[in-house]
């Protein structure tokens, strides 16, 4: 299919599926600003409320080329700004002013806060009887640990999935993404969209609680449920414990990954490495077979990798119906055309009149296409534009600008 084809009734009077939902942004860092990014490609109005004097997520490093930080422009394009200072009486006023307006709350501060503030769901339900709350937090609104900090990596280290990261015999590691961020913002996003349904069926707002942790569980392929039972699951590096070939072999120019399923796939591996004859051995003929005998069947592999270049290895597993790959840099993998064709990379105009190439959004729709529309904004900029929609300019107070 061209990408034509696709969009061929593709509308263009709506930002994106979500067009009229209006979401108010109260986040920090990752997490939270993740979730509402994900609606606000989806084309609801994100209104990000951040403090007047506030840099939240303005992190190095920045962009080359430009002044904007990576981690700013990343999370929260597609939104407006206002500056509002939630600790004071004028920006909890304004504040709860905007949550009349709106559909869906999501903050990521920890249990309590905004409740102390006067903003918090009770307060926000007093003025909007069906609004959807949601709340990211590390750990989640009730439970022994509810109360403490969480970031991105200690989640990571309480939830179990650094200690299946890395070599056997190797030490922890972390993921080089904020994983418990990503996964938790996801799941933000969808908790939203789920309450905005029930919503609609029975006029019924409600509170969404969505933890770091449990979406980093929820994320782990099941394998809690092995450890609960009594089977803890072992640090494998880049192997699996039910198919093998699957691993990282380095080739002329660099390393491959190679993964084989199904027989069929084996006996395809075979032919290609030049050994037909094991597609049927005793020890290569079936999965259960290549993993009892895990090493000599990498070792051949091994064997044939190292005749080419990984890009040979990748053209020739393909055409045999064998999956692999070359492990690639990012820099490799923008430079893509099947990247750019799928626009993952969108040059984007930023407020200092610079260009940046950001990360599109993932999903793709033919009838309401998504799209980076705006970078991110200015701390602010948006204040008069969208508190005059419930505060004449003349009466804004000291809590925002």
């Not at 394998?223 to 198919?243: I, M, S």
């Not at 691993?247 to 399923?261: M, R, S």
């Not at 990498?298 to 040979?312: G, M, P, S």
Request: proline share 7%.
């Amino acid at each position: 299919m061209e990408r034509e084809e696709f969009y061929a009734e593709a509308r263009t009077d709506r930002a994106g599926p979500l067009d009229g939902i209006r979401v108010l942004d109260a986040t920090r860092v990752w997490s939270g600003p993740q979730a509402t990014c994900v609606l606000a490609d989806l084309g609801a109005d994100v209104i990000r409320v951040e403090l007047p004097s506030g840099r939240d997520g303005d992190l190095p490093p920045r962009i080359p080329g430009t002044t904007s930080s990576w981690f700013r422009e990343t999370v929260n394009r597609n939104k407006r700004s206002v500056g509002l200072d939630l600790r004071s009486p004028d920006g909890q006023e304004a504040f709860l002013g905007l949550v009349r307006t709106a559909d869906v709350v999501v903050e990521n501060y920890r249990p309590g806060t905004l409740d102390r503030w006067g903003v918090g769901y009770r307060a926000c339900r007093e003025v909007r009887a069906d609004i959807v709350f949601v709340s990211i937090t590390g750990w989640g609104q009730y439970g022994p640990g509810a109360d403490r900090p969480g970031y991105d990596p200690v989640v990571q280290a309480a939830g179990g999935w650094m200690s299946l990261n890395g070599e056997p015999g190797g030490a922890a590691m972390r993921a080089p993404t904020f994983l418990a961020d990503e996964l938790a913002g996801l799941h933000g996003a969808i908790g939203a969209l789920a309450a905005l349904r029930h919503r609609s069926e029975t006029g019924e707002g409600q509170h969404v609680d969505v933890s770091m942790l449990d979406s980093l569980l929820f994320g782990s392929c099941g394998l809690p449920t092995l450890a609960a039972a009594g089977e803890q699951p072992r640090r494998q590096g880049n192997e699996t414990d039910f198919v093998v070939p699957a691993n990282v072999f380095p080739c002329q120019d660099g390393p491959v990954y190679l993964a084989v399923a199904m027989n069929r796939q084996w006996r395809a591996l075979a032919a290609l490495a030049g050994r037909p004859e094991l597609a049927t051995a005793p020890g290569y003929d079936t999965a259960s077979a290549r993993l009892a005998n895990r090493d000599a069947v990498n070792a051949v592999v091994a064997d044939w990798c190292r005749r080419h270049t990984a890009a040979e290895v990748a053209e020739l597993a393909a055409a045999a119906g064998v999956t692999a790959s070359p492990v690639r840099s990012l820099a490799q993998v923008v430079a893509d055309p099947h990247v750019l064709a799928r626009e993952m990379v969108q040059p984007t105009v930023l407020r200092d009149g610079s260009t940046a190439p950001l990360v599109g959004p993932a999903v793709k729709f033919s009838r309401t296409p998504t799209r980076v529309r705006t970078p991110a904004p200015v701390v602010g900029e948006h204040s008069e534009e969208v508190l005059g929609e419930t505060v004449p300019v003349g009466e804004m107070g000291e809590g925002f600008r």
